[in-house]
């Protein structure tokens, strides 16, 4: 099943501009993630964001999440050419005890971001 | 770099035989896990280990077994490959809390 709605499915920009990347989710998470993946490479991570924080910055990158929506979103500022990649949104589940890490991916927003 | 390594990096395979991909770490960390990615499905969680010879099943464990015997060896198995296990595979460590890929391995089932 797939946690992770990711929306829009393709983003294009020019440099210089902001995007901005939403995920839902559907059960109770102890986290959320962001990841990035260039063309044919693996993930990098981003971003963590627990269940009880509400927003998080890294850089250009502004997290927020709203676990009474099951939603997060993605905003990358002043975006870059070099930005172009797919991100991917990845929630962690609450199972209660222990958190055994068990990822599940959304199916990604690939943006490309034209100079 | 989170020293991950995967191997083979690429494999072409016939239907029926046995594929085993390696993934191994330098960093002596407790979970590891295996993804496939597909288009159309993003990753997708196969098995996961927690520990040397601790290991459970993920979304899509059928058709793979996994073992881990080292620390740092984290081993996916296809004991019979089929055509639909065509993916592109991903081995993660965990860190906390955050997980760091290999560069993946292209598998393809003729």
């Known amino acids: 099943s797939q946690q992770g709605e990711e929306d829009p499915q393709a983003l294009s920009i020019q440099e210089g501009e902001n995007a901005t990347m939403n995920c839902s989710y559907k059960t109770s998470i102890n986290n959320l993630q962001w990841y990035r993946q260039n063309s044919g490479r693996g993930l990098v991570h981003l971003i963590l964001i627990r269940s009880n924080e509400r927003e998080k910055h890294s850089g250009r990158l502004r997290v927020t999440l709203d676990t009474s929506k099951k939603s997060s979103s993605l905003l990358i500022t002043a975006s870059r050419a070099a930005d172009t990649a797919s991100y991917f949104c990845a929630t962690d589940a609450y199972a209660g005890g222990t958190s055994y890490g068990k990822l599940t991916f959304g199916q990604g927003t690939i943006l490309t971001v034209h100079p | 770099d989170a020293g991950i390594t995967q191997s083979p990096r690429h494999k072409v395979t016939e239907t029926g035989t046995p594929v085993t991909l390696r993934c191994h770490q330098t960093e002596n960390h407790r979970y590891m896990y295996w993804y496939r990615q597909d288009p159309g499905h993003g990753l997708r969680l196969i098995h996961y280990?927690?520990?040397?010879?601790?290991?459970d099943k993920g979304e899509v464990s059928d058709g793979y077994s996994v073992s881990r015997s080292k620390t740092e060896d984290f081993l996916l198995t296809l004991e019979s490959a089929t055509s639909s296990q065509t993916s592109v595979y991903f081995c993660a460590i965990r860190v906390l809390g955050e997980q760091y890929f290999g560069p993946g391995t292209r598998l393809t089932v003729t």
């Open positions: 280990s927690y520990g040397v010879k601790d290991t």
